[in-house]
């Protein structure tokens, strides 16, 4: 029990569902001590098998996430070897049961492979973001100009694993966007609250899109316009939600 109660220790950390875990263990503390000993050992066995499953279950998906952001960086003629060898210990740590072993290795993968790679991270990072934003221009029938032209040349460029051009040019898209989507914003913003004014009076429950609404104010004031349109993007979509069953 001590020894897996170290493990829900090293899940919490990680943010790992043990919670079937933690019950059979409460339960198996509550059988020792009613002297149910054969009952406390079942119980045991049955939450070492959840732990396991947990963390093998976390340590598969950050084995294979790794690897193929190794390959991915090794495209582009850097030394992986260190990671590799890394990875291969969390792996062997994993089958031995020794969960915080295994973590040790990971974190030491992940830190060389951002060490050697931040261009790639950077190149990923932006990318998912403009990504983002390109799909909200599209639903809300934004001309994004020069934008979609750079991501498509960004998108190109992972294509190449050119990672250093991907992120010079997702860098490039973002300052695009940032130029011409404050204007855009604070106009919705401003139609956004007539809008309100006007469901309001159709007696409906307006938290919703006041909540999208107010999420969008603070994203602004972060700076953080591309956030701040996929609020827009969702306080149009409930908007049009209440205006569908005000009609009805």
């Not at 950390?13 to 875990?21: P, S």
């Not at 100009?145 to 694993?161: I, M, P, S």
Request: hydrophobic share 40%; aromatic share 4%.
């Amino acid at each position: 029990v001590a020894k897996i109660k170290e493990d829900f220790s090293l899940a919490k950390r990680l943010d790992i569902d043990v919670t079937n875990a933690k019950d059979l263990i409460n339960k198996a503390v509550t059988a020792g001590r009613e002297r149910d000993l054969k009952l406390a050992v079942e119980l045991v066995t049955q939450g070492e098998s959840e732990v396991e499953r947990s963390f093998t279950g976390f340590v598969t998906k950050e084995v294979v996430t790794l690897e193929k952001q190794a390959r991915d960086v090794q495209t582009s003629g850097i030394d992986i070897s260190g990671i590799s060898s890394q990875i291969a210990k969390a792996r062997v740590a994993s089958v031995g049961k020794k969960w915080a072993e295994a973590v040790t290795a990971l974190d030491l993968a992940k830190g060389n492979l951002t060490s050697i790679a931040s261009e790639y991270f950077g190149a990923q990072k932006g990318l998912s973001s403009i990504k983002a934003v390109i799909e909200d221009a599209a639903a809300l029938r934004i001309d994004l100009g020069e934008g979609r032209t750079l991501y498509e040349d960004c998108l190109k460029a992972t294509v190449r694993k050119d990672w250093d051009t991907a992120k010079m040019l997702s860098e490039q898209c973002t300052e695009h966007f940032n130029k011409i989507l404050p204007a855009y914003i604070a106009n919705e913003m401003r139609k956004a609250k007539t809008k309100l004014l006007e469901v309001k009076m159709m007696n409906v429950n307006i938290t919703k899109p006041v909540g999208h609404l107010k999420d969008a104010n603070n994203q602004i004031k972060d700076g953080d316009y591309g956030t701040a349109l996929h609020s827009i993007r969702l306080f149009r979509d409930a908007m049009s939600e209440l205006e569908g069953a005000g009609s009805a």
